[in-house]
């Protein structure tokens, strides 16, 4: 299916900046409401939002690095070509999901990684770009990001060591 815009239409438009993990954003959201650190999970250090919102975009040849938060990520699809998401599960399963508009190629407009899952994810066609939303619950803090390491990664799930090497910046 044919994109509605170009990359440098939405990177434009939506004034995206470079993300550390690779791509590029924009916070749209993040809501007034504060959750307390007595109302939230042991992982929560401090008060947080109860919810935040991006615009999230990457271009072809780009990836989001594997990288786990503290709380659950809806991830939507907005335009350009299908997203490959990739999820490592604690019991070390690897889950390849892909966030695009053709269902019935088994592609999903939705998607949520479980809180404490290390993803990552790259434009699955060489070629394109994949502009996405991402909705986090408890709302995002950098407190709670945490950007893999490749040899610890890798320690901790060979069986995928060559997706890790792949996604990953050291």
């Not at 991830?75 to 695009?100: K, N, Q, V």
């Not at 699955?124 to 619950?137: D, K, M, Q, R, Y």
Request: hydrophobic residues 45%; proline residues 5%.
């Amino acid at each position: 299916m044919t994109p509605a815009h170009t990359a440098a239409y939405w990177l434009q438009h939506l004034k995206l900046s470079p993300h550390v993990e690779g791509g590029a954003f924009r916070e749209t959201y993040r809501s007034a409401l504060q959750l307390p650190q007595s109302a939230l999970p042991n992982a929560f250090q401090g008060q947080r939002a109860a919810a935040t919102g991006i615009y999230f975009l990457l271009e072809a040849g780009q990836y989001s690095a594997f990288h786990r938060i503290a709380a659950d990520e809806m991830w939507h699809f907005y335009d350009g070509y299908p997203l490959s998401i990739y999820e490592i599960t604690p019991a070390g399963t690897l889950l390849h999901h892909r966030l695009g508009r053709d269902l019935e190629a088994g592609e999903h407009l939705q998607l949520v990684i479980p809180a404490g899952n290390w993803f990552a994810s790259r434009t699955a066609t060489s070629g394109g770009f994949a502009l996405v939303g991402c909705t986090v619950a408890p709302g995002f803090d950098f407190a709670d990001f945490e950007l893999a390491s490749r040899a610890t990664l890798q320690a901790a799930y060979p069986q995928h060591a060559t997706l890790i090497a792949e996604l990953t910046y050291a």
